[in-house]
Nanobody, 122 residues
């Protein structure tokens, strides 16, 4: 069973950048498609980006295209989310997830990290 631990969150000014990391334990990391989601207070969990097992296929939510980039390093068992041009509305807890298929629905993924807080000040 893979366990996921996110890191890299914090407080940043609008227009700044952060890189989130999600480190996985266990042997089967490369068997999993990976996703990033976020959840702001009082809102539903929102899809951010996903990447296939090999890393060849990636896609992101329309509102984040051109600003957020997902990548993975299977040798390091880590998936990344590079976030640029951050906006106050990007403030949320960001979650890493793993599943056998990539998709934009949280139900696609069966493993989740504990989340990391990202706060963007105006």
């Amino acid at each position: 069973q893979v366990q996921l631990v996110e890191s890299g969150g914090g407080l940043v000014q609008a227009g700044g950048s952060l890189r989130l990391s999600c480190a996985a334990s266990g042997r089967a990391f490369s068997s999993y498609a990976m996703g990033w989601f976020r959840q702001a207070p009082g809102k539903e969990r929102e899809f951010v980006a996903a990447i296939s097992q090999s890393g060849i296929s990636t896609y992101s939510a329309d509102s984040m295209k051109g600003r957020f980039t997902i990548s993975r390093d299977n040798a390091k068992k880590t998936v990344y989310l590079q976030m640029n041009s951050l906006k106050p509305e990007d403030t949320a807890v960001y979650y890493c997830s793993a599943g056998y298929y990539s998709g934009s629905s949280p139900s696609t993924y069966n493993l989740w990290g504990q989340g990391t807080q990202v706060t963007v000040s105006s």
